[in-house]
């Protein structure tokens, strides 16, 4: 205990955990302590996480120690601890050893859009964030020790096991790390060995996670779901392998200068082309200075890494093609801006006999950062002001419903109600202020928080102590394609609301 308590008061461990812990609370302290649900938070105020057929088979334990509900402070202030965490073995895992870049790091991983996405999402991101600890542990200690890629199989499983995607964040850390080897010349046999033994995790780690999934299935007698494709994880026939492949590269290019989160506004696309330029210029005067250039299969190395880059970004693209990639899966991309901050540390330190040009790097560099950092800052809380925007008017919303359901004539407490279509835009214009920066941080955006029956129900019962016999399915869709439903005005009109053999139907669209 007095060794961890030794190791914990060093600064490049205490820095970046102090200042992922501070900067992360402050910029989502407004989310954690206000209880603002999204579309899916409906139907989880109490959820087991038990999400094996999406192949999550480790979620419900990762949940488990903050209990199963939907504890908005408890999960929140968990999930910014853990990500602190995660931000104290990035910098470790790097080498970073200025106190501006341990500041920096944290700064970039708890302000991430990626982060405000799961967030919205509080009910499970406390697991979420263990998965992302475990994906970096397993290429920590991997590298660390000697045979530390056995532990680090099994880390990544346990990681897949929460939540697949994070599998990129592991993939990209073994890329840049070998990236940075060949930056510093090191021997073709320390590379080649790395390399191999991160292969072998990753191969290791990958068998793991679908066998103990095949065992957890037939233990409870599941398949995997069809949802986002996930019953199609992991087949890939050598056909489907062109596709996949270019469905990857164009993706990678498509959220780089089109998603919304590196390039927002001018004074983000003027630092992204800063820093992508200084990026470029540190790779070639490092590689200069230390004579690396000299060796052609260096070159030949940097060329594949830079090849299986959008692949490591990608991965679940190639592992499930058919699934939707949002935001809460693109979490891995913070490592881009991350790389930035330590390729630079490392041509400051290379170059400081000319510490003059140097500081002017520094000080550049350090700005562009914060100023990105800031930006994500007010994305996050932007999000959740959005957020707010959503539950006040679905509360309004659901008040004046639910006065009509019950003033309806021939209403009595349990009479089957359906409800057909979504919110009208006629009679409730878009309201939603947000869209240019919400509309890519996935469970944010939009104008109301309920589109399904299911999600009326839950929301009429947990915020307005009222239960409702709301019917899903076949009633709904019979209906839709009734005479009697194209004569209906849509809801709040007077004749939105009609009772047809007992049921009572409600037009919203």
Known sequence: MDKLIIKLKEEQYK??????????????M????????????MTNFYFDQNMVTSGRWFLWIACGFSSFYDLNFVNGVLAIFILSICAVYVTRFFGVKKKVSMILIPALMVTFPSVAATMSYLYTVDGYMLGLLMAILAVYIARKHKFGFFAGMVLLAFSMGTYQ???????????FDILF????????????????????????????????LKICLAVQHKELDTYQGINQMGKIGLSSIPERVQLIYRDFVGF?????????NLITLVIICVLVTACVVSVFALLFKNKAYKKWYYWLLILVILVLIPFGSNMMLMMSPGVEYHL??????????????????????????????????????VVMIAILCYNYLLMDNIAYFNLQQQYEKTYAYCV??????????????????????????????????????????????GDFILYRGNQYHEFMKNYLGATLNILEGDHVEDMYYSEEYSTMTSFPDKGSIKIVNGVMFIKLE
Not at 15 to 28: A, C, E, R
């Open 15 to 28: 820095i970046p955990f102090l200042s992922g812990l501070i900067i992360g609370l402050f910029t989502h």
């Open 30 to 41: 407004f989310m954690i302590v206000n209880k603002f649900p999204n579309a899916d938070s």
């Open 165 to 175: 995607a994070y599998v990129s964040v592991t993939i990209l850390l073994c890329l």
């Open 181 to 212: 080897d060949i930056l510093e010349n090191k021997e073709i046999y320390d590379v080649w060995n790395k390399g191999f033994k991160y292969l072998l995790m990753g191969i290791g780690g990958g068998a793991l996670y679908f066998g103990i």
């Open 256 to 264: 780089a200068f089109g998603g919304r989160i590196f390039v927002d």
């Open 328 to 365: 809460l899966m693109r979490l891995q991309w913070v490592l881009f801006p991350i790389f930035a901050v330590v390729i630079i540390e490392k041509i400051i330190m290379t170059f400081e006999s000319v510490k003059e040009k140097m500081n002017i790097v520094k000080t550049v560099s």
């Open 400 to 445: 004046r419903l639910l006065d009509r359901i019950e003033q309806t004539d021939g209403y009595y407490t349990g009479i089957p109600i359906c409800l057909v279509g979504q919110i009208s835009k006629e009679s409730y214009p878009t309201t939603e202020l947000t869209y240019d920066v919400t509309s890519k941080i996935r469970g944010t955006d």
